[in-house]
């Protein structure tokens, strides 16, 4: 009986070893499989983490770009503001010299060739009528007539049947704003498709 009382302590003991054994080498492996995914997920979140910097930056560098462009187009804006006020100072003075009937001239010279040639008539203010006079001399097939929406600045308007060519100074300066205003915009997308990465 002590025999079997032996062997049963025995068996007992040999299983609880193996038990032991078995719960030590799982728990080996939950330790390494814990282990591994514990790194995976720290691998993870280093990689997101890392994904999520270069978006920040990617981004970061996209505004200051675009501010950058707004900041230049602002400039260049702010000096043909510059550029056209002072051509209008400048006319306004012209107004009043003695060079005035031949800018005059040149502008109906223009204005006849945009409207085809021919006879043609000159819309001017009443109170350049003078300086128009002596433009148009010399010029033959010209009626000088009255301008009746007469805004602000000088210069004179040529008619040739339907065609008209507006060459009152406040016309011509938006012409030439609204050119140079889009030479300014094709400057600055030339600029962006160089800044690109």
């Given at each position: 009986?002590?025999?079997?009382?032996?062997?049963?302590?025995?068996?007992?003991?040999?299983?609880?070893?193996?038990?032991?054994?078995?719960a030590e080498?799982?728990?080996?492996?939950?330790?390494?499989?814990?282990?591994?995914?514990?790194?995976?997920?720290?691998?993870?979140?280093?990689?997101?983490?890392?994904?999520?910097?270069?978006?920040?930056?990617?981004?970061?560098?996209?505004?200051?770009?675009?501010?950058?462009?707004?900041?230049?187009?602002?400039?260049?804006?702010?000096?043909?503001?510059?550029?056209?006020?002072?051509?209008?100072?400048?006319?306004?003075?012209?107004?009043?010299?003695?060079?005035?009937?031949?800018?005059?001239?040149?502008?109906?010279?223009?204005?006849?060739?945009?409207?085809?040639?021919?006879?043609?008539?000159?819309?001017?203010?009443?109170?350049e009528r003078?300086?128009?006079?002596?433009?148009?001399?010399?010029?033959?097939?010209?009626?000088?007539?009255?301008?009746?929406?007469?805004?602000?600045?000088?210069?004179?308007?040529?008619?040739?049947?339907?065609?008209?060519?507006?060459?009152?100074?406040?016309?011509?300066?938006?012409?030439?704003?609204?050119?140079?205003?889009?030479?300014?915009?094709?400057?600055?997308?030339?600029e962006e498709?160089?800044?690109?990465?």
């Amino acid at each position: 009986m002590d025999e079997i009382i032996e062997r049963i302590g025995a068996d007992a003991a040999a299983e609880a070893e193996a038990i032991r054994r078995e719960a030590e080498a799982g728990e080996e492996q939950i330790l390494r499989d814990g282990r591994a995914a514990s790194e995976r997920e720290a691998a993870e979140i280093m990689a997101e983490g890392r994904r999520e910097a270069a978006r920040q930056r990617r981004k970061a560098i996209a505004q200051a770009r675009l501010s950058a462009r707004a900041r230049l187009r602002a400039c260049r804006e702010a000096g043909l503001d510059r550029a056209f006020e002072e051509a209008e100072r400048r006319i306004a003075a012209l107004k009043d010299s003695d060079e005035y009937p031949a800018v005059l001239r040149r502008l109906i010279l223009e204005g006849r060739e945009v409207v085809g040639g021919g006879p043609i008539t000159v819309l001017c203010r009443e109170e350049e009528r003078g300086a128009v006079v002596v433009a148009c001399s010399r010029i033959e097939g010209v009626t000088i007539a009255p301008l009746k929406d007469d805004g602000p600045g000088g210069g004179v308007v040529v008619l040739a049947g339907r065609s008209r060519c507006d060459q009152r100074f406040s016309s011509r300066i938006a012409r030439m704003r609204e050119g140079l205003t889009g030479r300014t915009a094709a400057i600055l997308f030339g600029e962006e498709r160089h800044d690109r990465p």
